[in-house]
């Protein structure tokens, strides 16, 4: 038998002492693996990252942006970053709201969230907890009036950025599933980033408010991040009979079931996950 390392590698025999058999084994000088020091040194940081750190460090630099009026009138701003930096800004201002959105989608569980909305502050919590991605949320709004307007417009600029910090998709699992358990209560999440909008929502929450917020609003959350995102979702309660368990145990499946579409497939080697080659709303 021959254990080398390569064809080329200098090799020198050596018998065996054994008094029944006597095969002679090639045995190799060079290492069969390298060692930490053969690697050559490289930067901890890509160029881009390097140059993104250094943009965003020079008070005298300013970064193009793009501003786009949606079909209610409101601007939207999108903050481009380097390539490869899966991250969305976005701000979105109308007459009833001032919403700004940050997203990381290769984050750490980074929760900064203050939209004037308790309740929906501790959700998104659990998206960033159980999602692993940095969420930064700072809206305010006309909650003098009630909650509507400025949990729709979160909604809409955090599937913005969504839909921003993805890209072209390419290498990503796309698709996600996850159920999670909050005591009694259980919620099933199934999506897909496809980049068709689709929402199958299916829970059935018993009291009309958690602490000050509607209830109602839930449902009305996730139609309109998925109005923007471009992403199907379906969620299913299978058990469940405390208000706030049941939406929790949502949010917590939905950060699970995304974190899951948006890691990336090592297999897929950077190619798009469709058949079509492309992952677009359409």
């Known amino acids: ?9 200098r090799l020198v ?3 065996i002492s054994s008094p029944l058999l006597k095969p ?11 060692t930490l020091t053969s690697f050559p040194k490289r930067p ?8 993104l750190l250094t943009m965003s460090q020079d008070p005298q630099r300013s970064i193009s942006c793009a501003a786009l009026v949606d079909e209610n009138g409101s601007t939207i ?7 490869g930096a899966r991250i969305g ?9 001032n919403v700004s959105v940050k997203i990381n989608l290769d984050g750490s569980g980074v929760a900064e969230n203050n939209t004037g909305i308790p309740f929906l502050d501790h959700m998104l919590d659990q998206l960033a907890s159980h999602g692993l991605l940095d969420v930064h949320v700072k809206a305010t709004g006309d909650i003098h009036i009630d909650d509507h307007h400025t949990n729709e417009d979160v909604a809409l600029a955090i599937g913005t950025a969504f839909l921003q910090a993805l890209g072209d998709r390419k290498g990503i699992n796309r698709f996600g599933d996850f159920s999670a358990p909050l005591d009694e209560a259980l919620v099933h999440v199934a999506l897909d980033l496809s980049g068709r909008p689709h929402l199958s929502y299916d829970l059935h929450i018993p009291t009309q408010r958690v602490g000050t917020y509607d209830t109602q609003l839930v449902e009305h959350f996730f139609q309109s991040l998925v109005n923007t995102s471009g992403m199907t979702l379906h969620i299913r309660q ?5 208000s706030h368990h049941i939406i929790e145990a949502t949010f917590k499946a939905f950060a699970r079931a995304l974190r899951q579409a948006t890691e990336y497939d090592p297999r897929r080697r950077g190619t798009i996950p469709s058949s079509k080659g492309v992952l677009s709303r359409s």
Not at 1 to 9: D, G, H, R, V
Not at 44 to 51: K, V
């Open 1 to 9: 038998m021959e254990l080398t390392a390569a064809a080329s590698a």
């Open 24 to 34: 002679r084994v090639r045995v190799s000088q060079r290492p069969l693996a390298p």
């Open 89 to 97: 800004e976005v701000k979105r201002v109308t007459k009833e709201t």
């Open 77 to 83: 701003t999108a903050f481009p970053f380097g390539a």
């Open 238 to 242: 299978l058990a469940g009979r405390n």
């Open 13 to 15: 025999e050596y018998p």
């Open 44 to 51: 901890i940081f890509p160029p881009n990252h390097r140059q």
